[in-house]
C-alpha cells in the first residue's frame, strides 16, 4: 500500500488550497478513505472521512463549512479542498485508510497559513 500526499505550501490567511492523495497496492474503491492532521506540539487529529463511493462525508467541527473531502475512483485519488484557511489550520496533513490487514498513513504534507 502506498499512499502519496501533495498540494501543500504556505498560503495567506483566507486563502484556499487543495490536496491530493494518491493511492496504490489496494481496491481503493472498497475503502472509506480520511484526512488527518498534526500540528506541532499537539496530537493528530482526524479532519474529514469519505465513504468508499464518495456518498458520504464527515468533518471536525473545526473545518466544517470550510473544508471538503472528495474522491475520484476512477483516478484512485481522494481530495481535500481547504478554503477560508486561518493560522489555527497550519500543520502536516496525513492521508489515511485502514483495511482489514493495517492501518496505512502517507508521509505528509506541510500546510502552513501565515501572513
Known amino acids: 500500500v502506498q499512499l502519496v500526499e501533495s498540494g501543500g505550501g504556505l498560503v495567506q490567511p483566507g486563502g484556499s488550497l487543495r490536496l491530493s492523495c494518491a493511492a496504490s497496492?489496494?481496491?481503493?474503491?472498497?475503502?472509506?478513505m480520511k484526512w488527518f492532521r498534526q500540528a506541532p506540539g499537539k496530537e493528530r487529529e482526524l479532519v474529514a472521512t469519505?465513504?468508499?463511493?464518495?456518498?458520504?462525508?464527515n468533518y471536525a467541527d473545526s473545518v466544517k463549512g470550510r473544508f471538503t473531502i472528495s474522491r475520484d475512483n476512477s483516478k484512485n485519488t481522494v481530495y481535500l479542498q481547504m478554503n477560508s484557511l486561518k493560522p489555527e489550520d497550519t500543520a502536516v496533513y496525513y492521508c489515511?485508510?485502514?483495511?482489514?490487514?493495517?492501518?496505512?498513513w502517507g508521509q505528509g504534507t506541510q500546510v502552513t497559513v501565515s501572513s
Open positions: 489515511n485508510v485502514f483495511t482489514q490487514l493495517a492501518n496505512y
Open positions: 497496492g489496494f481496491t481503493f474503491s472498497t475503502y472509506a
Open positions: 469519505v465513504s468508499s463511493r464518495g456518498a458520504s462525508t
